[in-house]
């Protein structure tokens, strides 16, 4: 057997999901194309991901018991979502193979670790300070300015755990509002745009990046994301490199989505990592030749990563909430390419399906013709 061949998990094996929501559902679809199964492992037996799987355990994740049958279950093991518990991932990699590796996950769980790690390998980030309840932020507001944003360490993502400040009358009531044991302070950056590059890597060690797309965000949620991102060549390889970068010093195997905003000048800043697919990528699933889920078990089952050229530019826009009952309406325009995640309940600000828009590379388009109004949301 050749060396490679031990890091193959050859079509027909099973791949064991580490949670169950959208995420989870959108790889378990990608894996069955390419001939695997997939068992869910999640909380709740209604969560999206569950419905279209092989197999699925119900159970507590830090539950030996049953983290054992799942091993028993599967061939290799991934995660949807980083904030799987470090016992229940450690446990798993002690007894399988598990891709991304648990000492990815510990980072990119913990925003004091993902920006000591970053700037330890070079790679720049907002101007920022570790604090915690004991100590009044006010002498790290002294070095990063009198604006700014308290971040909680541990389990923030779609704007949670985020609180904006504006000079001292806030600071007080924002630090207030900070009911974690840690968190961090960032300077309030003044961007001229936010993007993303998703970015694959093999357990050869090739990578493979998406398009740099641009993201817009409406209450601290993605609301779209368009592809590609309207800067300029210089400053998107400059992206794509900084994505490698982050690939390559994590030693990672698997998907990771770089968030970065970029400055008046072109001045690139990474915000945030997710060693996972992420939402800015679902554009990939109706514009690219190999789409993030794809790409994801590929590189997390020893294959060869597929080519990710761009055949069509695309605005994909999240469908946050009740923005899921006008699907009717959106699924009667031909050109619109309607994804619904399969959510019983509808919430505010829960992230019910998205909607994609694909442009030929030939057309001449304007980004902001492209409106709610084009999927029919208010």
């Not at 000048?265 to 993030?292: F, K, Y």
Request: some cysteine; aromatic content about 8%.
């Amino acid at each position: 057997m050749k060396t490679s061949d031990l890091y193959k998990i050859p079509p027909g094996s099973t791949i064991g999901i580490m949670g169950g929501g959208q995420l989870g559902r959108m790889i378990a679809v990608a894996a069955s194309q390419l001939g695997y199964k997939a068992v869910i492992y999640c909380e709740s037996r209604e969560e999206p991901a569950v419905q279209v799987c092989l197999d699925s355990i119900i159970a507590d994740y830090e539950d030996q018991g049953y983290l054992e049958k799942f091993i028993s279950m599967v061939d290799v093991v991934t995660f949807e979502f980083e904030n799987i518990p470090a016992k229940a991932a450690e446990y798993l990699s002690s007894r399988i193979l598990v891709r991304p590796s648990p000492e990815i996950l510990f980072i990119s769980q913990n925003r004091i670790y993902e920006k000591e790690f970053l700037n330890k390998n070079g790679i720049e980030t907002a101007a920022w300070a570790e604090l915690s309840k004991r100590n009044h932020p006010s002498e790290a507001i002294k070095k990063l300015g009198q604006n700014g944003v308290f971040k909680t360490a541990r389990f923030g993502y779609d704007g949670k755990g985020q609180i904006t400040f504006y000079g001292k009358a806030d600071l007080d009531k924002a630090w207030g509002a900070v009911d974690h044991k840690l968190a961090i302070v960032e300077e309030l950056i003044d961007f001229k745009c936010e993007i993303s590059v998703l970015v694959a890597r093999s357990c050869t060690g090739q990578t493979c990046c998406f398009d740099v797309v641009e993201n817009q965000h409406k209450n601290h949620v993605l609301d779209i994301t368009i592809a590609p991102a309207a800067i300029d060549k210089g400053t998107a390889e400059r992206a794509v490199k900084i994505a490698e970068k982050v690939a390559n010093s994590l030693s990672l195997v698997g998907l990771i989505a770089v968030e970065m905003f970029v400055l008046q000048g072109g001045r690139i800043l990474v915000n945030e990592i997710a060693p996972r697919p992420h939402n800015s990528g679902h554009w990939t699933i109706d514009a690219c030749h190999t789409n993030q889920f794809e790409q994801m078990v590929r590189a997390v089952c020893g294959l060869p990563l597929g080519k990710t050229q761009r055949h069509s530019n695309a605005v994909m826009r999240n469908l946050i909430g009740d923005d899921v009952e006008n699907w009717k309406q959106i699924i009667s325009e031909p050109e619109n390419k309607l994804h619904l995640y399969g959510k019983k309940d509808i919430r505010s600000g829960r992230k019910m399906g998205h909607v994609t828009r694909l442009v030929p590379l030939t057309s001449q388009w304007n980004r902001k013709s492209i409106s709610a109004a084009t999927f029919f949301i208010g």
